[in-house]
């Protein structure tokens, strides 16, 4: 090796400036992962981002109505804007072209894988055996920071996104992006839009420069939502929301064996990822296994439990109870939570994980976040909107022989208690729409595996989905 004298000089400085840069990387990771996630600390003001308006055929005229989604609240933002600052000056981050695409195979929804690779995605894909799948719309994001900041490995997220959304999401991917390493380290972002609702240009009266302000990923990202065309507002109320089509494509862009497929609200515990990390490289069952992770919904007020032994305090004081126990019980009963199974086995310190027990009391409507290798049955995209979209997979891995194994002490959460309300009426038309596709359904999984063991067929047991 040789070089001039100033060459080395540079080459020097360049080194040392890349292992500063480096070691104040991984000093922010491990401070970040041993903040509180719940607090809301001090980060530097953010710039806000200049947004160019594009072009796009758009001739749709406006609408009436001009509402806007609730984001739900919660917390959690850490100290994360030290990150370099801004590449993004425009609105432009997606690399997709929008005459190109992958077409669903009912030409209804145009598909981009890898819309926006993570910086390191390809890296911990190699790394860790098990990848984050998830799927999103516009308005539910902002539960991407918490997440990331959770999950340490590959993150694949599937988003939606319908008429002006579509730049909508790309300025606030940006600055998730700008504010918060670990999403740009490890989320890579894969597009969905329908045919009815292609992009479509801002708004006329969109501010060239939205302020989005890191410490506040909430109140960024319902800014941004409010601004959305009025038109658009009203269809995404009725349209169905195409959840099965983006977990599919969330699920085949993950490149890691395993696969833990959730939604995007559904937070894993901290440190979940290596503990999993560790029981699936000595995972002894090799053929039709599903890992059940138990989820937990939280109210808003408390802080994300530490460990198992925190969320079980919590479930005792009525902070924290199984995902849906009010709304839908069937959603995860099966999973059994009662104080002699799941919840018995609280916390020794630093216990790995492990199976707990084996799901035995299977039944329909069951719908567990599980993690296995991606050769899962797919989501069945016939299913589109509300019912029977993710049981139904479910069910098709219970009749394939697939054995569910629930895991201890990992878990995830949902932020809020829910409670049974009103069921809008759309919501009960795009329900009985796939209680028709299920009459199918049914008779084709029976045709493929020759076996009926829940006795669905030719009785009229279809359930409700909430
Ligand atoms: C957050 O980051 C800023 C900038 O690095 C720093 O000045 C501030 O002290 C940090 N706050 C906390 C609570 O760590
Ligand atoms: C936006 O910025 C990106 C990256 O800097 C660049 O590749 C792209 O061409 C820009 N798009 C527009 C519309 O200016
Ligand atoms: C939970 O486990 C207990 C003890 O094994 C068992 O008696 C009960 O039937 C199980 N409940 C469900 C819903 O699986
Ligand atoms: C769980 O977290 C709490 C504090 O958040 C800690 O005091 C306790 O030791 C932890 N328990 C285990 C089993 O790790
Ligand atoms: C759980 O199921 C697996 C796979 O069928 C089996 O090997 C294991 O023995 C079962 N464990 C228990 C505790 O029943």
Redesign the pocket.
Known sequence: MFCFQIGCRLWNLSIVSVLILTFSNILLTVRLLHSTDCSRQEAPPSEPLRLQQQQFKDSRTPGQSHESSPTPPHCKVANSTTGPTATVTNGTVFRVDLRLGRWDSRHLYKLYDFALPGDRYAELSEKYSVCLATQSSLEKLQSLVQVAHHWTGPISAAVFAAGDEYSLVQLYVAFLRRCYPVVRDRVSFHLAYPKDRPPSQIRPDFPSRPKLDCRRPEAALSGLVRLRKPETVKWRIKAAYPQNHLRNLARRNCQSSYVFLTDVDIIPSAKLTDGLDVFLKNAK?KSL?AYVIPTYELDERVLFPRNKTDLIRLARKGLARPFHHRVFIYNQFATNFSRHVWQATAGREGEAVH?N??VTNFEFLYEPFYVAPDTVPAHDERFIGYGYTRNTQVYEMFVAGY?F?VLSPIFTCHWGLQNKKGRPSWRERQNSMNRRHFETFKSEVFARYRKDPLKMLGSKKTGQKR
Do not use: G, I, R
Request: proline share 0%.
């Open positions: 069952c296994c199976v027990h084996n054995q194994q």
